[in-house]
């Protein structure tokens, strides 16, 4: 069975650093995309960023230039450094694992990300 175990969120101001990471468990995720996305209040949940096993790598514009996605394979972790953090970057961000063979994929809990002006 397929576990993402996220950690790293919490309250930060505006301009500081946060770093995410999910642990993924359950089988070999070489063909797997590994990603994150986000959901605010009121709001439907968007993409952050993905990245394949290969190291591409697809960011939405609004974080491009702040966030860094990357990924250990040997660990079956996906980080997230989140830079010059904004307030409208405050929402629950969701690790997202998605199989590039099959229509399948996992989603982790949620960590709540706040970020205060």
């Known amino acids: 069975q397929v576990q993402l175990v996220e950690s790293g969120g919490g309250l930060v101001q505006a301009g500081g650093s946060l770093r995410l990471s999910c642990a993924a468990s359950?089988?070999?995720?070489?063909?797997?995309?590994m990603g994150w996305y986000r959901q605010a209040p009121g709001k439907q949940r968007e993409l952050v960023a993905t990245?394949?096993?290969?190291?591409?790598?697809n960011y939405a514009d609004s974080v491009k230039g702040r966030f860094t996605i990357s990924r250990d394979g040997a660990k079956n972790t996906v980080y997230l450094q989140m830079n010059s953090l904004k307030p409208e970057d405050t929402a629950v961000y969701y690790c997202?694992?998605?199989?590039?063979?099959?229509?399948?994929?996992?989603w982790g809990q949620g960590t709540q990300v706040t970020v205060s002006s």
């Open positions: 997202n694992v998605r199989s590039v063979l099959r229509d399948t994929s996992y």
């Open positions: 359950g089988r070999t995720f070489s063909s797997y995309v």
């Open positions: 990245i394949t096993s290969g190291g591409t790598t």
